[in-house]
């Protein structure tokens, strides 16, 4: 249990920092990943994408802490979202040509939070079992 709720906790910790920073400053940090926001229509929605969306779902992580019974469900969330990213960024690596180094530290970020999470449902799993 120990270490599912871990690896829930560092999940919600990366969410709700990715949330507060693009809420910010989305234009500083949006230019960091190569993005121009030339609108403030671009700004809004970038800030409720990448800030509003990312600090719930740290939310919505913190809440599965609070009760054992939704500590499946946040790991499970983790492993689906950092396999959906990770993918998704690895396609467009393959698919887009040569990024910038960042988006190699991003998909190593992306694979360990898959793997902490895949185990830490394993870990929940045997538990469960006893």
Known sequence: ????????TLTAIVYLAIGIIFLADPVYWASSIDISLPTPTAVTDLRATY???????GVFLLFCLKNSAFLKAGLTFQVI????FGLSRLAGILLDGQPRAIMYYLLAAEICGFLLGAFGLWQ???TAKI
């Open 124 to 126: 929940l799993g045997k």
């Open 81 to 84: 979202s950092f396999a959906g």
């Open 1 to 8: 249990m120990l270490i599912a709720k871990t690896s829930v």
């Open 51 to 57: 800030g509003g969306c990312m600090l719930a779902i």
